[in-house]
């Protein structure tokens, strides 16, 4: 009541005003300031909020995100501007801070647009797609490759690029690792394993002969390793955020997630090109297929979008939203290199991304049929994608389909309907009374409550199914448009959005949009005049190799992110990239033969001096073990190492028993002996372990790894069970047989450091033995002792 | 290991104590961040004290005593349904606290309760994500987190945060995890009883063996490091081994509750034999008492998991069973604090993820109620004896002074010297804030 009696006041004060108003206005006099005033700090040449300017006829009278035109020429009624000068509502209110405008200025407004709002033509300076001078959003080039003082160090074109940029700083680089330091560095990086003695007597013989041939045939035998697909595919599930639960509030577990690990692992041995490998987890679905087989493949890859993250315990009002913000929030980082979430409730305020642009994304994936992986109020798997024949299904599923379908419509009728009232009571909200937004709210919970009886009819329904081959995969949906959600909030729609790609990086459009445009977005984005895709995953690839990206931030392009160290270097390396069919293991080829990834660590102290970070890489940098690589050691160690891939599911129990809430959340594990990538991941229970050794968090993009040096982790190596049954497994195997404790010894160091110990090692080590075997039940437990304490070295944790 | 910070960084984390000469060489040019350092402004209190009490709590049974016992009109038909325990006013303060907590209404002239805080979500993995690290949905550090990572701690021998919890919370391991912030932020976790952390003990418990390896491990490192003299990880990994080892006498003995005298033990409530859910609350006090004294910054005690707990849908009597065991000894840690003088220094929070609702569920039970419930904190430079915001007469909705989350959050980054505003960490893109864009200090309960 209160609020309408201002509102008359309010009314009457500017009918009187209305008045004094000048009869004829004109723009430039009377209109322009009064923008200029009141407006342009948020809708001008700096921001354009709601997608609105006031210092641009067209982008002032079309139409704004809010799904309104700001002014609408002779029609003061419906022009938004006005609506919004006058409101004192909270949300709508113009300016949204600050004092309101004078009941003449307001007038003047009024009068302008009823006489037809004459805002004469002036050419625009500008055109309306954004343009950026940054430098990722320019075309990559092919730079040659530069000349560089020193004919003599380059191995390859990698090397004169950072060569070049090193002379420059005036440092020296360091002299070439010995080749048991390197084949260390080469062996984990590329499998995440250490080099067994005989691989490390081979390589040190060849390189003997002939150092370049030794370097290139130990990786060509590297890469065709299958540990080098579970290495490397650690590395991309870190940036997909991979991970065998939802993490919903009961962290429903996904008994078919590792399909899609195992997909990425076998793509990574397989070399497949870097373009279809994304086009495959985009749109794989989509893509044509000659095989079941191959349809498999290609379906199991769209895992990777399924793979967002769930939210809540309700089928009813489901946060759809986030699962898709969490989608592009993902692409964009670990794919483009940008920020992209930023743009979900206001214009990037960096980076020339906009929420409409945004919201051209987000309408590809409202199109698209997430499966769902059950809930606290839902426990069943609904819409996976059968493994086998279409017909097959349809024919297994006969029986029950009729009650399914029912079912299915109820829900989907009682979720619609809800969806609306939902937005109908936001829609009225702002002008309801205390009392009627409870009522409207009220009714809004009898209905999602019905909707919850619907959703558990379908659940139970669900369990009963014949159990079919299924993956965590996507479908395509009925295509819609999004329409823009003011702040972020699905119940404020604005304006619709078509389909589309960022304008930045050319704003591509859907030219057939019966579909949901997945395919067409892997097109866009794994077009070679993309400027981002190329450079963003050599960047990553660099930063896995080297500890650091040659763009540090690497999935941040965009404004606010670090420049490129090495600017000619990256374009060089995408480049070649493409031009060598985005072929990942190339790519690898090209780094690690280099003489730059062949530097030793070893410190000058003028390059300290005048370059501490290493930026001109005049060393190599030294590499902690990442959490993975510590543990597979150990268990290579102990000779317990199962290096079979988890080629089945986890023994998750059946969908049927399914019982999980957030009081019950799911928490198994199934711990094996296999390699790290195939443990059980879940998202809401992180293991201590993974926490203590800074590993990948299974909800958002990893980036990289950081390596802290914590107590804690000084505690795991000194006390942790597990280290010491394994120290034991590789003490029982030093003790055993007739070799001398110095042959043992030479054993146990040549294992572990591809290297024997010194002289000064030996003599400690071997005295230590002696007063150990005094104390000792036997001598294996003497022997693990000294296993015990070649673990703990920094030369097991950190490689030259 | 990739540059000087980031080094430096991995070397604070392992100790400041060892190796005096180099460190607090590199720690005057480049003081790193689990170093003790300076806040914004004037702090008021110097550690935090979290207790969290799982499940959402009533306020109209606990600290917002509701008496509408039978409805609005008398009858009970409608389901409205008052504080079903009886309460009374502190003595001193008057502030009303149900009869289910009477050690705790006897110090209320030390507390300030906040009646109008606003949940961010009405589930409790959301809520309780929310309370902990302002965002119900995607993940985000936790508040001890950014306050290890804002001011460092005090004592490099335990960790800088760590929460003691009997149980895994809603919402798991993202509850006190440092996400983005580097990882020697994260919460340590504590489990109540005889190995309350991991590792701390020798596998085959031989110390005299531990110590000839450990000797020998410095020798070997030692002989590495020469030719390596340069890299500051490789230093702080070797000094992280002496720090580690005197862990694994100083984390003991902080947790070692037997020193205590028996009066200390007796105003904990350690005689009683309890029972159920909350039975280990008495230890998780004292040593949080013990663990601030020892210069921890961080403390967050969750009294139990994500089932049973305070989430009485069917019953509210099961609040009665909980209150037994945990109200006694949460009240001596105020008393206890405030004894040693180190309760102005010393802020202590207590909080829940939402409130329950007016009407009765099931038998005698509440649902979960977003739009009002009730935290308390005390010390640290609140208010006490003070009663911050009103809600209506059924404890329906708040009609004064109402307080989100966020606001909370910048209050107790405000008690510790630190502007929400400033507090940033850059991300992806953008300076993240444990306040996102929101948050306002109430400064209407400072003292």
Not at chain 2, 45 to 69: E, N, Q, W
Request: with cysteine.
């Amino acid at each position: 009541m209160r609020l309408v009696i201002a509102i008359l006041c309010f009314a009457s004060l500017a009918a009187r005003a209305g008045a004094g108003t000048p009869t004829r206005i004109d723009f430039q006099r009377d209109i322009a300031p009064l923008f200029a005033e009141h407006c342009l700090k948020c809708h001008g040449p700096d921001e354009q909020n709601g997608g609105i300017r006031y210092d641009q006829k067209e982008r002032a009278f079309g139409i704004g995100d809010s799904g309104h035109h700001p002014i609408v020429p002779g029609d003061p009624e419906k022009s938004e501007l006005l609506k919004r000068i006058v409101s004192t509502h909270k949300d709508k209110q113009m300016p949204p801070k600050g004092p309101r405008l004078a009941t003449f200025e307001i007038e003047t407004l009024r009068a302008w647009i009823a006489a037809g709002a004459k805002w004469p033509d002036t050419p625009l300076t500008e055109t309306t797609a954004p343009k950026s001078d940054h430098w990722s959003f320019q075309p990559i080039t092919d730079p040659k490759q530069p000349s560089v003082k020193d004919e003599t160090w380059a191995r390859n074109p990698i090397d004169r690029f950072v060569q070049v940029s090193r002379e420059e700083a005036g440092l020296t680089p360091a002299p070439d690792a010995d080749p048991v330091a390197f084949i260390r560095r080469l062996t984990y990086d590329l499998t995440g394993l250490p080099p067994t003695p005989d691989e490390v007597a081979t390589f040190l013989s060849e390189f003997g002969r002939d150092k370049e041939q030794a370097i290139s045939s130990l990786t060509e035998q590297l890469l065709n390793k299958p540990s080098y697909g579970e290495r490397w595919g650690r590395h991309w599930l870190d940036w997909v955020r991979y991970a065998d639960t939802a993490g919903d509030n009961s962290d429903f577990p996904i008994p078919q997630a590792y399909l899609y690990r195992n997909y990425v692992i076998e793509s990574l041995n397989d070399d497949v090109p870097y373009d279809r490998f994304l086009t495959e987890q985009l749109a794989g679905d989509l893509l044509p297929a000659s095989t079941q087989e191959q349809r498999n493949r290609q379906v199991i890859a769209t895992g990777y979008l399924a793979m967002a993250r769930r939210f809540g315990s309700l089928v009813e009002g489901y946060p759809q939203h986030l699962t898709i913000e969490d989608t592009i929030d993902n692409l964009g980082r670990t794919v483009m290199g940008l920020t992209l979430s930023c743009a979900r409730c206001h214009d990037h305020k960096f980076d020339p991304v906009s929420t409409r642009d945004y919201y051209g994304l987000y309408g590809i994936f409202a199109s698209t049929r997430y499966p769902f992986p059950g809930i606290e109020l839902f426990k069943a798997q609904r819409d996976f994608v059968p493994l086998i024949p279409e017909k097959e299904a349809a024919a297994k599923l006969k029986p029950t389909q009729r009650e399914t379908d029912k079912l299915t419509a109820e829900l989907e009728r009682l979720l619609a309907a809800c969806d609306a009232k939902a937005l109908d009571n936001a829609a009225k909200e702002p002008t309801a009374t205390v009392d009627q937004q409870r009522k409207m709210a009220g009714e809004l919970d009898g209905m999602m409550h019905k909707a919850r009886k619907a959703g558990e009819a379908l659940a139970s329904q669900l369990k009963k199914l014949p159990t079919l081959p299924t993956a965590y995969a996507v479908q395509d949906a009925k295509p819609v448009n999004a329409r823009v959600q003011i702040k972020g909030e699905p119940t404020r729609p604005g304006a619709e959005v078509p389909r589309k790609f960022p304008d930045i990086l050319g704003g591509q459009t859907l030219t057939d949009d019966t579909h949901s445009g997945r395919l067409e977005l892997a097109q866009w984005i794994t077009d070679s005049r993309n400027p981002l895709t190329a450079r963003v995953i050599v960047n990553r690839v660099w930063q896995r190799h080297f500890g650091r990206g040659l763009v540090p931030t690497t999935s941040d392009f965009g404004l606010r992110g670090e420049k490129p160290t090495h600017p000619e270097l990256l374009d060089w390396l995408a480049s070649d990239f493409m031009a060598n069919g985005w072929s990942l293991k190339h790519l690898h080829r090209r780094i690690v033969t280099s003489r730059t990834y062949r530097m030793s660590c070893q410190d000058s102290e003028d390059n300290l001096a005048s370059d501490p970070d290493n930026t001109h890489y005049w060393k190599f940098n030294r590499q902690r073990l990442d959490a993975e690589s510590i543990r597979d050691t150990l268990l290579a160690l102990g000779g317990n190492l199962d290096s079979s891939p988890q080629s089945e599911p986890y023994p998750i129990p059946a969908i049927k028993d399914w019982g999980y809430t957030q009081h019950h959340p799911f928490k198994d594990d199934y711990p094996t002996n296999k390699r790290s990538v195939y443990q059980m991941t879940k998202r809401l229970t992180v293991a201590p372990y993974m926490q203590t050794f800074d590993g990948a968090d299974p909800n958002v993009c990893t980036s990289t790894r950081d390596t802290s040096v914590t107590a804690l982790q000084a505690l795991y190596f000194v006390n942790d069970t597990f280290l010491h049954e394994q120290a034991a497994r590789f003490a029982k195997v030093l003790a055993s047989g007739n070799a001398t404790d110095s042959q043992r010894l030479e054993a146990a160091f040549l294992t572990t450091f591809a290297r024997p110990p010194t002289t000064a090692e030996s003599q400690l080590l071997l005295s230590h033995l002696q007063t150990t075997r005094q104390q000792a039940k036997d001598d294996t437990a003497a022997w693990a002792s000294i296993a015990r304490t070649l673990f703990r070295l920094n030369e097991f944790l950190y490689l030259d | 290991m990739l540059n000087r910070r980031t080094a430096l960084r991995s070397m604070i984390s392992s100790s400041s104590l060892l190796m005096p000469g180099v460190l607090s060489e590199l720690l005057a040019a480049d003081a790193g961040p689990l170093s003790a350092h300076r806040s914004h402004t004037r702090a008021k209190a110097k550690r935090v004290i979290m207790i969290y009490a799982t499940g959402g709590v009533s306020h109209i049974d606990t600290f917002d005593p509701k008496p509408l016992s039978k409805g609005r009109d008398g009858t009970g038909s409608d389901k409205f349904m008052g504080n079903v325990f009886g309460s009374q006013p502190n003595a001193r303060c008057g502030t009303e606290v149900s009869d289910i907590f009477p050690h705790l209404r006897d110090v209320m002239d030390e507390v300030c309760v906040i009646r109008s805080m606003r949940a961010s979500h009405f589930d409790h993995s959301e809520a309780t994500l929310g309370m902990h690290t302002g965002s119900p949905t995607f993940a985000r550090p936790s508040m001890g987190s950014w306050v290890s990572y804002g001011l460092g701690t005090f004592n490099q021998n335990l960790p800088s945060f760590v929460v003691i919890a009997p149980f895994l919370p809603y919402g798991g391991t993202q509850v006190y995890a440092s996400d983005f912030l580097p990882a020697i932020h994260q919460g340590t976790r504590v489990i109540p009883g005889d190995n309350p952390l991991a590792n701390l003990r020798s596998p085959d418990g031989s110390k005299v063996l531990q110590n000839q390896e450990l000797d020998l491990l410095a020798k070997l490192n030692q002989q590495h490091l020469s030719s390596r003299a340069h890299d500051t990880a490789l230093a702080a990994r070797v000094k992280s081994f002496e720090t580690a080892f005197q862990m694994q006498q100083a984390a003991p003995e902080a947790f070692d509750i037997n020193s205590e005298p028996e009066s200390i033990r007796r105003l904990y409530g350690l005689d009683r034999k309890l029972k159920g859910p909350g039975a280990d609350f008495g230890w998780q006090c004292l040593v949080a008492r013990r663990l601030a004294e020892r210069g921890v910054r961080f403390i967050e005690l969750i009294d139990t998991g994500s089932r049973p707990n305070w989430d009485s849908h069917g019953e509210m009597n099961e609040h009665a069973e909980l209150a037994h065991n945990v109200d006694q000894p949460t009240a001596a840690l105020i008393t206890d604090l405030k004894q040693r003088g180190m309760l102005d220094d010393t802020l202590v929070v207590w909080a829940t993820e939402f409130g329950r609702t007016p009407t009765r569920e099931g038998k005698n039970g509440r649902g979960h109620h977003r739009d009002c419930f009730s935290v308390w904190m005390a010390g640290g430079g609140i208010k006490p004896g003070h009663v911050h915001g009103v809600t209506d007469d059924i404890g329906k909705y708040t009609v004064e002074d109402q307080v989100e989350v966020h606001d909370l959050h910048a209050t107790i980054l405000h008690q510790l010297g630190m502007d929400h505003e400033k507090l940033t960490f850059r991300h992806a893109g953008r300076d993240f804030r444990l306040t996102d864009v929101h948050g306002r200090v109430v400064s209407e309960i400072l003292a």
